[in-house]
C-alpha cells in the first residue's frame, strides 16, 4: 500500500533526525547511562520532529539490543512497537481525549507492570489541548509515576500549557529547521524516489516549508511522477507559488513610482499563479529583506532569499526610504487581516494598494504621513549638498572669495576641495550594479592626501564595507597615487543641523 512520503521516510534512530543533532545527542547519553526522566516534553511548530523523536525514543527504551543510544530496528520490542502489535506504548491524541474522565482512565491503567516490554510509554500529543480539570487530574501521577512508565508530551503551543506540568517535564525545543539542512534532506530522498529535482528546486521547496520538514516532504510528493528537470523555476510553477523575480520587479517599479509597470507586473503574477492572498504574503516577505537590508550593516545572512537575489534586494534597499518601507507592509498586512472579507474585490484592492504604494499622497494613514515626511527630509539633505558643493558667486565690487569647499562637519581648518577625476571615478564605479545605485547622493573630495566620500547614512552604512571600500579607494588611487586613507562623512545629520540652524536664526 502507497505511504505518503513523510511518513514512508520517517526517521527510526536518533541519527537520521535532521537539524536535531544536539537533542538527540542527549537523549542518547541519557540511554547509555540509563539516566532518563520520567517525564519529556517536547514543543515546537508543526513537522520538526517532536512525534519522531518521541516514537524513537519509546523504541530506545525497551529495545533489547541499543546500539550507541539507537535503537537496533531487528528486536522483537522494536519491530514490534513499529508494526503497532506492542500495547505497552500508547499514542494519544489529546485534542480528541482531552476530558478529565480520558485521563482517570489513563492513570488507572498505570498500576498495571507493562506485559512484553520494560517500560509503558505514553505519547501524548498536542498536550495543550487537555482541560483544565485533565491537567489537574495528571498532576501527581505526572510528578511520581511509577518506574515502570515513561510520558513524552508534546505540543506546538506551549504557552497554554500549565506551569506546574512544565515543571514537572524535562524540556525541549525544537525550532524551525535551516533551509539548507530541509533541502539535504529533500534531495536525499528525492535521490532515493527517482525525482529529477535540482538544488536550487530543493532550496524553493525548503523555503516554503517554513522550517518544517514534513511540510517540504509533502510538497515533494507533488513531483513523483515528474519527468523533467526541477529547478529554480520549474518548482513555483508546480507548486502555484508567485515568481520571486516577477515580484522584485513590481517593488523596482515602486521604486520608481511607474504605476503602469506595477500594474503590469501584478497581472503577470495573477494570470501565471492567480492565488492573491499567497501574492500578499510574498509580498509582505520581499518588504521583509528590504528592511533588514536597510536595518544592518551585514545583511546577507538575514534575507530569505537566494543568493542570486541578493543584489537585487541591496540595490532595492538603497533606492526605497526605511519609513517607504515600513507604510508598504503595514498596509500589506492591514489588507491580509481584512483579505478574507474582501469577496469578489480582492483583485481591485490589491491593485488599489500597489497604486497608493507608488505615490504616498493617496493615502493618509501615520504611516504614509511619515513616509511623506522621509522624502521632504531627503529632498533638503540632497538640496544642502548641492548648497555645500557649489561655488559661491562672487558680488560685484568685492574681493573674489577664496576657491574653498566648506566642510560637511567641523573637524578643524583643514582645506577640502572636490577629488580632481570625480567624474572618472564616476563613469568607473557606475558599472558596479551595487555601487551605481548609490552614487547620485554622494560627492568624492579629497584632503592632506585623503580620499573622502561625503554620503547618507544609509548610503555609507553600504559602501564603507568591503568590497565597495576597497573598490572606490582602489580606483581613486589609480588616478592619485599620493592618497593614503579613504573616509566616510554622514551627511544627513549635518543637513539635518544646517537646517536647524537656519530655524533657530
Not at 60 to 73: I, K, S, T
Not at 107 to 131: A, G, N
Not at 143 to 168: C, D, G, M, N, Y
Not at 290 to 316: F, H, N, Q
Request: proline fraction near 4%; include cysteine; hydrophobic fraction near 40%.
Amino acid at each position: 500500500m502507497y505511504q505518503a512520503l513523510y511518513r514512508k521516510w520517517r526517521p527510526k534512530v536518533f541519527d537520521d533526525v535532521y537539524g536535531r543533532e544536539h537533542m538527540t545527542a542527549v537523549l542518547r547519553q541519557q540511554l547509555m547511562e540509563d539516566k532518563l526522566s520520567h517525564a519529556y516534553l517536547f514543543c515546537g511548530t508543526r513537522g520538526t520532529g517532536k512525534t519522531t523523536c518521541a516514537k524513537i525514543l519509546a523504541k530506545a527504551v525497551n529495545c533489547e539490543h541499543l546500539e550507541n543510544g539507537n535503537p537496533c530496528n531487528g528486536c522483537s520490542s522494536c519491530l514490534g512497537i513499529d508494526d503497532g502489535t506492542i500495547l505497552d506504548v500508547v499514542e494519544m491524541d489529546a485534542a480528541s481525549n482531552n476530558g478529565v474522565g480520558d485521563i482517570r482512565t489513563l492513570c488507572d491503567k498505570l498500576l498495571y507492570l507493562p506485559s512484553q516490554v520494560k517500560k509503558r510509554v505514553y505519547i501524548i500529543d498536542e498536550v495543550h489541548m487537555l482541560s483544565i480539570s485533565a491537567f489537574n487530574a495528571i498532576l501527581k501521577t505526572l510528578e511520581e509515576p511509577p518506574s515502570h512508565v515513561l510520558f513524552i508530551l508534546a505540543t506546538t503551543e506551549v504557552h497554554k500549557i500549565p506551569p506546574t506540568v512544565l515543571s514537572r517535564c524535562q524540556r525541549f525545543d525544537f525550532q524551525r529547521i535551516k533551509p539548507e539542512v530541509i533541502a539535504d534532506r529533500v534531495m536525499e530522498v528525492a535521490r532515493a524516489e527517482n525525482i529529477p529535482l535540482l538544488r536550487d528546486g530543493a532550496m524553493v521547496i525548503a523555503r516554503s516549508s517554513d522550517g518544517a520538514m514534513r511540510d517540504a516532504l509533502t510538497l515533494l510528493e507533488s513531483f513523483i511522477g515528474h519527468t523533467g528537470p526541477l529547478d529554480a523555476k520549474a518548482v513555483p510553477v508546480i507548486l502555484g507559488l508567485p515568481d520571486r523575480q516577477i515580484m522584485l520587479s513590481a517593488l523596482e517599479q515602486i521604486a520608481d513610482k511607474n504605476m503602469a509597470g506595477v500594474i503590469d507586473s501584478f497581472d503577470r503574477i495573477y494570470t501565471t499563479r492567480g492565488d492573491l492572498k499567497t501574492f500578499l504574503l510574498d509580498l509582505i516577505k520581499a518588504l521583509r529583506d528590504l528592511m533588514i537590508a536597510r536595518s544592518v550593516s551585514d545583511p546577507k545572512g538575514y534575507l530569505d532569499c537566494y543568493e542570486s537575489e541578493t543584489d537585487d534586494i541591496l540595490r532595492l534597499a538603497g533606492k526605497l526610504k526605511g519609513e517607504h518601507i515600513q507604510y508598504m507592509m503595514q498596509t500589506a498586512q492591514d489588507l491580509l487581516y481584512k483579505y478574507d472579507y474582501l469577496g469578489s474585490a480582492k483583485r481591485a484592492s490589491l491593485e488599489a494598494m500597489l497604486i497608493r504604494f507608488c505615490d504616498e499622497t493617496l493615502m493618509d494613514s501615520p504611516a504614509a504621513l511619515l513616509s511623506r515626511i522621509a522624502a521632504l527630509e531627503s529632498s533638503s539633505v540632497k538640496a544642502a549638498q548641492v548648497q555645500t558643493v557649489s561655488k559661491p558667486v562672487p558680488i560685484k565690487g568685492s574681493e573674489p572669495s577664496p576657491k574653498k569647499v566648506a566642510t560637511v562637519e567641523s573637524g578643524g581648518n583643514t582645506e577640502r576641495r572636490p577629488f580632481t577625476h570625480r567624474v572618472a571615478l564616476l563613469q568607473k564605479l557606475s558599472e558596479n550594479p551595487i555601487v551605481s545605485t548609490f552614487l547620485k547622493s554622494t560627492n568624492f573630495y579629497e584632503s592632506n592626501n585623503r580620499l573622502e566620500v561625503a554620503c547618507e547614512s544609509f548610503t555609507m552604512s553600504i559602501l564603507e564595507q568591503d568590497p565597495y571600500k576597497t573598490l572606490i579607494f582602489d580606483l581613486a588611487k589609480s588616478w592619485q597615487p599620493n592618497l593614503t586613507d579613504i573616509v566616510f562623512i554622514n551627511t544627513s545629520q549635518t543637513a539635518r543641523k544646517n537646517d536647524l540652524d537656519t530655524l533657530l536664526e
